[in-house]
């Protein structure tokens, strides 16, 4: 009997030592669990900290950049159409007037992107007006169409020179076309000269100021969304039917039919999918200061994502957790 209960009261201390230790691993772990939390917040109160600070749109973008190199880009837009640029007279002319860059791309649309060495020399070649003896417009990419702003209710007996003044540099009335002929509206158009302000005043009425995102460009040569005429590559298509012929030229048996995405309509029409993703895009671009093309690839790929999502979900109904397909009963 004394061998038996001595035996029971072994299995319970070391039951009992089992239980300690685990007891003091549970409360190890959640130790470090709590530090682990409180070093995570902490890191997020800073980076929050950090963010406040900014204040300027575009140095924020450009600054504030850990994960990749900064890129000092401008845009360089010739006003002067035609002709073509000589590669090694252009880099002796940037050479003159900036100092050694980094490097210089020739867009096709008669632009220049150049990647400048650092902030100060970037400045200053937003701040150049010609170069190669041709006028030209400077201006970081992606920063023109966020300065662009539109109000509502402006009364049509205010001039436009009325409206414009202090950091208001362009102002123009949105037009609409009613009875064959264009009408001025209400709203107003209004480029700003550093940063889009969230109101302002005419005499003594406020006007809230909205992001401008203008709408989509559209070839009138090959139809597609993103580019105008000039510009164009493309071999020219049929608005209409998408037959390889000019606007009006249509055979008299053609049918309606977009050459962008297949549908029963012109390409024109605004309900069209290749328009709406085109708007939504150019939504994109405005916003988040890129180009039309990084926006256009960020829209897909969201569209893209959303359809993956909606046949992972429409795969998976009705089947049990385990991956087998579930059975209703018969009735």
């Not at 007891?23 to 530090?35: C, P, T, V």
């Not at 539109?150 to 205010?158: A, F, K, R, Y």
Request: a positive charge; hydrophobic letters at 30%.
């Amino acid at each position: 009997m004394a061998s038996a209960s001595g035996g029971n009261s072994g299995g319970e201390m070391e039951w009992e030592m089992a239980r300690s230790s685990r007891m003091k691993r549970n409360i190890r772990k959640r130790q470090e669990r709590a530090r682990s939390w409180s070093e995570e917040s902490e890191s997020r109160e800073d980076i929050s900290k950090k963010t406040k600070i900014n204040t300027s749109p575009r140095k924020q973008t450009q600054e504030v950049q850990t994960n990749k190199e900064v890129e000092w880009k401008v845009m360089i837009e010739f006003k002067q159409e035609g002709g073509q640029f000589h590669p090694i007279k252009l880099t002796k002319a940037i050479e003159k007037e900036i100092g050694r860059i980094k490097l210089a791309g020739l867009m096709n649309n008669k632009k220049i992107l150049i990647h400048a060495e650092n902030r100060q020399q970037q400045e200053k070649i937003v701040k150049m007006t010609t170069l190669v003896g041709e006028t030209i417009k400077a201006y970081i990419p992606g920063t023109l169409a966020k300065l662009k702003g539109v109000i509502s209710g402006v009364p049509l007996d205010i001039t436009i020179d009325e409206i414009k003044g202090g950091k208001i540099t362009e102002a123009t009335r949105i037009k609409n076309k009613r009875d064959g002929t264009l009408k001025d509206t209400m709203s107003v158009i209004l480029q700003f000269e550093n940063v889009m302000p969230e109101s302002i005043q005419i005499g003594y009425v406020n006007f809230k100021v909205r992001t401008y995102i203008p709408n989509p460009l559209r070839c009138f040569i090959c139809q597609r969304m993103g580019h105008v005429a000039k510009e164009c590559k493309g071999k020219i298509r049929c608005a209409r039917c998408s037959g390889p012929h000019e606007y009006g030229k249509c055979e008299k048996d053609s049918k309606v039919k977009c050459c962008n995405c297949g549908g029963e309509h012109s390409a024109a029409y605004g309900g069209c999918i290749v328009q709406k993703e085109a708007r939504e895009a150019q939504r994109v671009k405005i916003t988040e200061k890129i180009s039309y093309a990084e926006a256009i690839k960020k829209v897909r790929y969201e569209d893209t994502k959303y359809m993956r999502t909606g046949e992972i979900k429409q795969r998976t109904a009705g089947t049990n957790p385990n991956g087998t397909q579930s059975r209703q009963k018969q009735p």
